[in-house]
């Protein structure tokens, strides 16, 4: 049982190259979700997926898209990346009912320059 | 102002102290009060969940709700080098379904040394 995992670990892109991240968990969970953190900024919410087939605009949306592909994918695609996205992006999933824990993956370290 | 306030510290500790982490808001909606420990590049993991008000505990670890004040805590006895992490509160308006949204603090980054 992984949990949730993300790839890649790291990845360097140059301004305004395209570059998709990928998450998947295997909890069998409803719900899943996209983070990114920043030094003093806490954890962001991007965009999330309530359940397969939906998705929906978290705080910071602009400059990403992304695809709930199935119950335990849910992948993060950055268009034309820009300097302002460098971060850490996280994923993360909850069951969906009745519960509030969320799981978080391991991170995507992203730079781009 | 956010919506939820959370010192980002470091805060340095020697080993065996009670450790104080706390975190305001403003919301009055939020039911759900939650608290995660996210060690160095890695990603954040639940340490403590409580509903309402009142306390929690669970072994070394003491959760605290005041709504009146709007004031959560987290209390650490008998701290560790391993405990040394960032700490984030999070907390919820509830809400059935999977539409379920928390709202995280900055994080305080604890230092505890031996």
């Known amino acids: 049982n992984a949990g949730v995992t993300q790839t890649p670990k790291f990845q360097v892109l140059k301004t305004g190259q395209s570059m998709t991240l990928q998450c998947a968990q295997d909890m069998n969970h409803n719900s899943m979700y996209w983070y990114r953190q920043d030094p003093g900024m806490g954890l962001r919410l991007i965009y999330y997926s309530a359940s397969e087939g939906t998705t929906d605009k978290g705080e910071v949306p602009n400059g990403y898209n992304v695809s709930r592909l199935n119950k335990r994918e849910f992948s993060l695609r950055l268009e034309s990346a820009a300097p302002s996205q460098t971060s850490v992006y996280f994923c993360?999933?909850?069951?969906?009912?009745?519960?509030?824990?969320?799981?978080f993956g391991p991170g995507t370290r992203l730079t781009v320059t | 102002q956010k919506e939820v306030e959370q010192d980002p510290g470091p805060l340095s500790v020697p080993e065996g102290a009670i450790v104080s982490l706390n975190c305001t808001y403003s919301n009055s909606a939020f039911q759900y009060f939650m608290w995660y420990r996210q060690y160095s590049r890695k990603g954040p993991e639940l340490l403590m969940y409580?509903?309402?008000?009142g306390n929690k505990e669970d072994g070394r670890f003491t959760a605290q709700v005041d709504k009146s004040s709007k004031y959560i805590s987290l209390f650490i006895r008998d701290s560790q080098p391993s405990d040394s992490a960032t700490y984030l509160c999070?907390?919820?308006?509830?809400?059935?379904?999977?539409?379920?949204?928390?709202?995280f603090g900055r994080g305080t980054s604890l230092i505890v040394h031996p």
């Open positions: 999070a907390m919820s308006g509830g809400g059935s379904g999977g539409s379920y949204i928390p709202t």
């Open positions: 409580t509903y309402s008000s």
């Open positions: 993360a999933s909850r069951r969906g009912t009745e519960t509030y824990e969320q799981y």
